[in-house]
T-cell receptor
Framework: GAGVSQSPSNKVTEKGKDVELRCDPI?????LYWYRQSLGQGLEFLIY????????KSGLPSDRFSAERTGGSVSTLTIQRTQQEDSAVYLC??????????????FGDGTRLSIL | KNQVEQSPQSLIILEGKNCTLQ??????????LRWYKQDTGRGPVSLTI?????NTKSNGRYTATLDADTKQSSLHITASQLSDSASYIC????????????FGDGTTLTVKP
């Protein structure tokens, strides 16, 4: 498919472990976003990439969270020393142009992260 | 306080009935407002986008309205179907260099047969 792909779809890990979540955006989309959605809650913005740069990291909740994007395509969100409060669905979205262009964000189906 | 408030938080209607979801915002300066539909276990999908000069926009059985003066938007669903059961999210974007968006917490709609 041509949509945003996220992997894994589900991840269960023990508290204290590190996890990596992957996002493959739609080909040609320059903007990429990460969000977190806790059970029954709204989307919480984490980070925005334009190309390989992240001009807005304001949503990252702590220094345990980091993200990178390479080749203007794939992005990885890393959570170090996971805590139980990190349990949530992590959603990735991409758009054709940057945020100012007002283009729709195309979302993947998310990675459901459970910390035991 | 969230700059995008949606109401009601949840709603249950019978199949075939109409409903209206509300979104009030304080985001300024305003650029655009978008409604997304999020099915359970899936990512959100864009339904409509409204800019400052637009009052009404339709997408099939979905009609969005915008009153930029009162900073209110509504999403009207006509002749609801079981497949309309989802969370509907209002997203408002800033008209600045950053172009950042603020998400509402969504309205959960359940359509019952």
């Amino acid at each position: 498919g041509a949509g945003v792909s996220q992997s894994p779809s589900n991840k269960v890990t023990e508290k204290g472990k590190d996890v990596e979540l992957r996002c493959d955006p739609i080909s040609g989309h320059t903007a990429l976003y990460w969000y977190r959605q806790s059970l029954g809650q709204g989307l919480e913005f984490l980070i925005y990439f334009q190309g390989n740069s992240a001009p807005d990291k304001s949503g990252l909740p702590s220094d345990r969270f980091s993200a990178e994007r390479t080749g203007g395509s794939v992005s990885t969100l890393t959570i170090q020393r996971t805590q139980q409060e990190d349990s949530a669905v992590y959603l990735c979205a991409s758009s054709l142009a940057g945020r100012r262009a007002g283009q729709p964000q195309h979302f993947g189906d998310g990675t459901r992260l459970s910390i035991l | 306080k969230n700059q995008v408030e949606q109401s009601p938080q949840s709603l249950i209607i019978l199949e075939g009935k109409n409903c209206t979801l509300q979104c009030n915002y304080t985001v300024s300066p305003f650029s655009n407002l978008r409604w997304y539909k999020q099915d359970t276990g899936r990512g959100p999908v864009s339904l409509t986008i409204m800019t400052f000069s637009e009052n009404t926009k339709s997408n099939g059985r979905y009609t969005a309205t915008l009153d930029a003066d009162t900073k209110q938007s509504s999403l009207h669903i006509t002749a609801s179907q079981l497949s309309d059961s989802a969370s509907y999210i209002c997203v408002v974007s800033y008209n600045t260099n950053a172009g950042k968006s603020t998400f509402g917490d969504g309205t959960t709609l359940t359509v019952k047969p």
